[in-house]
């Protein structure tokens, strides 16, 4: 057994796609508030179905 890796980074699932997505450099300031991997799953995070 061995320490934990330098590369290994934080992760969290997205809200609105449902996939896991790591720690990004541009979310290093608020992290603890992403909740969605990217720009598109963000905007439509609210809407978990279109018509
Ligand atoms: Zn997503």
């Known amino acids: 057994m061995h320490a934990v890796a330098k590369s290994e980074l ?4 997205c809200a609105a796609c ?5 720690w990004r450099k ?4 608020d992290w603890g508030a ?12 609210d809407r978990k179905t279109r018509p």
């Open 10 to 13: 934080p992760k969290k699932i």
């Open 26 to 29: 541009k979310w290093r300031r």
């Open 34 to 45: 992403v909740k969605y991997c990217s720009d598109r799953c963000r905007t439509s995070g």
């Open 18 to 22: 449902g996939r896991p997505f790591s």
